[in-house]
């Protein structure tokens, strides 16, 4: 299967700890996006990275949060001293520019769960 | 900013049925992306349907068809002779097809095929 892969599926820590959630997006796609999944809400925008470049970041994305994509593979998201209300699925999107629709896949999701 | 509302938190029907899920959205744009997204339990999200916005003629897969009408800003989903396998989380989602294209979801429907 060469979708796209997200490791941990499922992460619990403790408050104030950092994370760290890796998305492994499908070969070559160029673009990666993030989006947050709380319970009974539909996902929320983070962030998206074009190749390396990070171009835009929700207001959702606060100063604990940082994401990655080293060499435009794969991308992590780090979350320092984690919260309570951090506690959501993360979810990865990847997709190919090549024309006016890109359709984005999705990874399976990282749950975390902050006690 | 664009919106997207479903306002049927869950639905149930018998197999073999038709099923029908709602939508609405709210944006000042012309053209645009509606797509329903199927996410089952403990998988990851798939596309099941995109409609552009300025293609008058309502987009079909196979069982699913949707009911677009711009000027009200409604965008159903129709699944005909429902599955087993058509239980999921179905949300609703728009994109503007210029920059980052990122996806902004409704608050999903929980479906329930019985048998």
């Known amino acids: 299967d060469t979708g796209v892969s997200q490791d941990p599926r499922h992460k619990i820590t403790k408050r104030g700890q950092n994370v760290t959630f890796r998305c492994d997006p499908i070969s070559e796609h160029n673009r990666l996006y993030w989006y947050r999944q709380t319970l009974g809400q539909g996902p929320e925008f983070l962030t998206y990275?074009?190749?390396?470049?990070?171009?835009?970041k929700s207001r959702l994305l606060s100063d604990r949060f940082s994401a990655e994509r080293p060499k435009g593979s794969f991308s992590t998201l780090e979350i320092q001293r984690t919260e309570q209300g951090d506690s959501a699925m993360y979810l990865c999107?990847?997709?190919?520019?090549?024309?006016?629709?890109?359709?984005?896949?999705f990874g399976p999701g990282t749950r975390l769960t902050v006690l | 900013a664009q919106t997207v509302t479903q306002s049927q938190p869950e639905m149930s029907v018998q197999e073999a049925e038709t099923v029908t899920l709602s939508c609405t959205y709210d944006?000042?744009?012309?053209?645009?992306?509606l797509f329903w997204y199927k996410q089952p339990p403990s998988r990851q999200m798939i596309l099941v349907i995109r409609?552009?916005?300025?293609?008058?003629q309502n987009a079909t897969e196979n069982r699913f068809s949707v009911n677009f009408q711009k000027a009200a800003k409604s965008f159903s989903l129709k699944i005909s002779d429902s599955q087993l396998g058509d239980t999921a989380m179905y949300f609703c989602?728009?994109?503007?097809?210029?920059?980052?294209?990122?996806?902004?979801f409704g608050q999903g429907t929980r479906l329930t095929i019985n048998p």
């Open positions: 990275f074009q190749n390396e470049a990070q171009l835009e």
């Open positions: 944006t000042s744009e012309s053209n645009y992306y």
């Open positions: 999107a990847s997709s190919l520019t090549s024309g006016t629709f890109n359709e984005q896949f």
């Open positions: 989602a728009f994109m503007k097809p210029q920059g980052a294209q990122k996806l902004v």
């Open positions: 409609q552009e916005a300025y293609k008058q």
